[in-house]
């Protein structure tokens, strides 16, 4: 199995409450349901107020590095990746486990 992390930071001056975000959030939290390579699929707002600390994580299993590859290239996690290119940055780590 392989881990699939991702932290999001919103840009400067960007809210959780603006539509876009929240398009964005609704595109990622149905990414469980629409992609059959996901074992496993968590994501949801961060809750410490620490400086270092990103807004947005996802937390999600596949089996191997094809089928992370497969969700990669799935057009319901690319359309979701380009709504949040517009407003945020983020990084990924992918581990086997």
Aim: charged share 25%.
């Amino acid at each position: 199995m392989i881990r699939h992390l991702v932290l999001f930071k919103l840009n400067e001056g960007v809210g959780r409450d603006e539509p876009r975000v929240a398009a964005g959030v609704e595109a990622f939290r149905a990414l469980g349901g629409q992609i059959p390579e996901l074992r496993f699929w968590e994501c949801a707002w961060n809750v410490s107020e620490r400086p270092i600390a990103y807004d947005f994580a996802i937390n999600s299993a596949v089996e191997d590095l094809d089928a992370l590859q497969r969700y990669l290239d799935h057009p319901a996690h690319q359309a979701g990746v380009g709504l949040w290119r517009e407003f945020s940055t983020w990084v990924i780590a992918d581990y086997p486990f």
